[in-house]
């Protein structure tokens, strides 16, 4: 794994755990020598992640639209800075220079980017490792959500495996590293058609 994507609040939260999170994963990232993708914001959880990495020496790649990027929230600093045209073009890029993603604490936005990286994940678009950081319980609300749509027949049980949670930065990072995709079904399962 060379770069990685994280997407996380550009709120910093209320409890300090989220930040020692991020400054934690930050740490293991220059560790490995792999780069942060992320926002480009010098705000939140964000800014947290991008200056510790920077701190370290580190490669950091932001992304962000023209329109967020005049609001002065972009970070300065940055080993590089792409300024696209919209948000989906952004998530394209993102996508584009990294091999892997988290989900650290955030918001809606935090949530809206992961999900559509794991519903291309889910359509076989590809076959990158996903992985929510559940930093002090923070997702555990939407883990079980997740088990909800299982349940209600509205995600698949084999696609619950797409994405990997861990609440230690650590161990997150090493199974993202081992992650093996699951070989494409060959035949048709009844209850798929
Ligand atoms: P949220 O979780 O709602 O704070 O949104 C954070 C995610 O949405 C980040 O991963 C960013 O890519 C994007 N985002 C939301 N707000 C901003 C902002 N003010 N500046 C840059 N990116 C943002």
């Known amino acids: 794994m060379k770069s990685l994507c994280i997407f ?16 934690d994963l930050a740490k293991l990232l220059v560790k490995d020598d792999i780069a942060l ?16 990495v ?29 300024v696209v045209d919209s948000m989906h ?3 394209q890029k993102m ?7 988290i989900a650290l604490p955030g918001g809606i936005g935090t949530l809206e980017e992961f ?15 996903c992985g929510i950081l559940n930093t002090d319980g923070y997702f555990d609300h939407l883990l079980k959500f997740l088990d909800h749509m299982v349940d209600e027949k509205f995600l698949k049980e084999k696609n619950r495996n797409l994405y990997l949670t861990e609440s230690d930065p ?10 093996l995709p699951e070989p494409e079904a060959k035949w048709i399962n009844k209850e798929d058609v």
């Open 8 to 23: 996380c609040g550009s709120n910093k939260g209320k409890n300090g755990s989220y930040k020692q999170a991020a400054e």
């Open 170 to 179: 650590k161990f997150l990072l090493q199974r993202m590293k081992n992650y």
């Open 89 to 91: 073009a952004r998530k």
């Open 95 to 101: 996508y584009d220079l990294s091999d892997a993603f």
């Open 115 to 129: 999900f559509e990286i794991l519903t291309w994940s889910q359509l076989g678009l590809h076959k990158k490792p």
């Open 54 to 82: 920077l701190k370290r020496q580190g490669k950091v790649f932001g992304v962000m639209p023209k329109s967020i990027s005049r609001k002065e929230i972009a970070h300065g600093g940055l080993t590089e800075l792409f």
């Open 37 to 52: 993708v992320y926002g480009g914001a010098s705000i939140g959880l964000m800014g947290i992640l991008a200056d510790e």
